[in-house]
T-cell receptor, first 109, second 115 residues
Framework: GQQLNQSPQSMFIQEGEDVSMNCTSSSIFNTWLWYKQDPGEGPVLLIALYKAGELTSNGRLTAQFGITRKDSFLNISASIPSDVGIYFCATGMGNQFYFGTGTSLTVIP | GAGVSQSPSNKVTEKGKDVELRCDPISGHTALYWYRQSLGQGLEFLIY????????KSGLPSDRFSAERTGGSVSTLTIQRTQQEDSAVYLC?????????????FGPGTRLLVL
């Protein structure tokens, strides 16, 4: 099946630092999504992207839909302790849905 | 409640036993999805329902896995003759319409451990 390669796998940062993570695929998609999963919970949608080149913000989060339509980036500015969790990229086509392997973020106060 | 609920929240079973995992979607959501999340992995899409129908079952890992949905609401994922590799978190999601990945609302998951 389709693989979404997400990197980095994990990050340990100081509170206040900015964070960047990305997701790439071998196929072209028309939608890119970013989710956050807190421990013991299901993923929650953070940002949805629908157009190549699109840059969308949600508070301190900014995500971009790559021009090639094969990648996406998520940036978190001025990280805070509650940003801790696992971030997943996701996409879908037809009746199939794909999630990246996740980026585990730890914020050190 | 207003969100997707799943039960049980945790399940420990012995290898070879059958297990049933339940999902209660958000009221009025016509589509329902099952995913599997192995330790340290992303979500693996298993199956979706539009109403009570599952058009594509090819994502189920083996013939030991089956799912059904009744009354356009509750869904059950059944794993027969469980194996240790079935240990994972099984997540359910629902959405107002079909094939809308961005509007999928996830439940908290069922953590399955097969000994």
């Amino acid at each position: 099946g389709q693989q979404l390669n997400q990197s980095p796998q994990s990050m340990f940062i100081q509170e206040g630092e900015d964070v960047s993570m990305n997701c790439t695929s071998s196929s072209i998609f028309n939608t890119w999504l970013w989710y956050k999963q807190d421990p013991g919970e299901g993923p929650v949608l953070l940002i949805a992207l629908y157009k190549a080149g699109e840059l969308t913000s949600n508070g301190r989060l900014t995500a971009q839909f790559g021009i090639t339509r094969k990648d996406s980036f998520l940036n978190i500015s001025a990280s805070i302790p509650s940003d801790v969790g696992i971030y997943f990229c996701a996409t879908g086509m037809g009746n199939q849905f794909y999630f990246g392997t996740g980026t585990s973020l730890t914020v050190i106060p | 409640g207003a969100g997707v609920s799943q039960s049980p929240s945790n399940k420990v079973t012995e290898k070879g036993k059958d297990v049933e995992l339940r999902c209660d979607p958000i009221s009025g959501h016509t589509a329902l999805y099952w995913y599997r999340q192995s330790l340290g992995q992303g979500l693996e899409f298993l199956i979706y329902f539009q109403g009570n129908s599952a058009p594509d079952k090819s994502g189920l890992p083996s013939d030991r896995f089956s799912a059904e949905r009744t009354g356009g609401s509750v869904s059950t994922l059944t794993i027969q003759r469980t194996q240790q590799e079935d240990s994972a978190v099984y997540l359910c999601a629902s959405s107002p319409g079909t094939l809308q990945v961005e509007t999928q609302y996830f439940g908290p998951g069922t953590r399955l451990l097969v000994l």
